[in-house]
């Protein structure tokens, strides 16, 4: 089975995305459970997708830079 080009990226930015929002809603608990207050939590969560915005572009752009190069790339075989 393979896939697309387009669908891997698809498939990757997805699994990112749940990468972060798994990440913020750790840190929500773990900023309540250590006291923090609403705006203090929202402030944090506003700086963590901002964090993750830049974080997932930047791995989306060297996937999709590894990936263009693919045929290109060297092989294990002894030549």
């Known amino acids: 089975m393979s896939i697309s080009f387009e669908e891997a990226m698809a498939r990757t930015a997805a699994s990112l995305d749940r990468q972060i929002e798994e990440a913020i809603s750790r840190d929500e608990l773990i900023l309540a459970d250590r006291g923090a207050t609403q705006a203090e939590i929202a402030e944090h969560v506003a700086a963590r997708l901002e964090e993750g915005v830049k974080w997932k572009a930047k791995v989306l752009a060297e996937i999709a830079r590894g990936l263009s190069h ?7 075989k002894l030549q």
């Open 70 to 76: 693919w045929e290109d790339a060297p092989t294990g």
